[in-house]
């Protein structure tokens, strides 16, 4: 399952996230069926979701989170500065507008609020998994294929970039598999 090959990267998630700030209110974008939710909470947050998959928030809601649907964070009405941290774990490739997106979680966040994010560049994924397996490999067309189902790409600069336009400071990016 997923989940459990993600754990122990969720669990530093967690430590770095409470390193930061006291848990509070934490947002999970792109909850699905509420794992991370569950750890979180063993951590001492109080855990909210925001997921799109209705069979998934009724999952979650069934075990006791409060989580909302919609396909954007503004839609769902959670107030602003109602968190303390936000977590977008291989998730922020979906959202149809990053921008509002990023600007969305600013929002929400309070002052001195943490944002933890977990984003692939996939044109780097690719272009390596290129150099190792020789172009046109079938490997190389069944990565591109789930890759390019994600809605962009980005560079560890850019990111840093569109950050600090949206108002986030304090930023730590760092960029390693």
Request: aromatic share 12%.
């Amino acid at each position: 399952e997923l989940f459990r090959q993600k754990e122990s990267l969720l669990r530093l998630i967690l430590l770095g996230i409470s390193r930061r700030i006291t848990p509070g209110r934490l947002l999970d974008f792109g909850s699905n069926y509420g794992r991370f939710l569950v750890l979180a909470q063993s951590y001492g947050w109080e855990p909210f979701g925001f997921e799109p998959c209705q069979e998934a928030v009724e999952f979650s809601r069934q075990h006791g989170f409060e989580v909302r649907s919609g396909w954007s964070l503004d839609e769902v009405g959670f107030p602003d500065n109602y968190f303390d941290a936000v977590t977008a774990i291989d998730s922020f490739y979906y959202p149809q507008d990053p921008m509002a997106t990023l600007k969305s979680f600013h929002r929400v966040l309070r002052s001195g609020g943490v944002l933890a994010m977990r984003v692939s560049n996939k044109r780097a994924v690719l272009g390596l998994i290129r150099r190792l397996t020789g172009e046109g490999s079938s490997r190389d067309r069944a990565l591109s294929r789930i890759l390019q189902a994600q809605s962009h790409s980005i560079s560890i600069s850019r990111l840093k970039w569109i950050l600090l336009s949206v108002g986030f400071n304090d930023i730590e990016i760092i960029s390693r598999a």
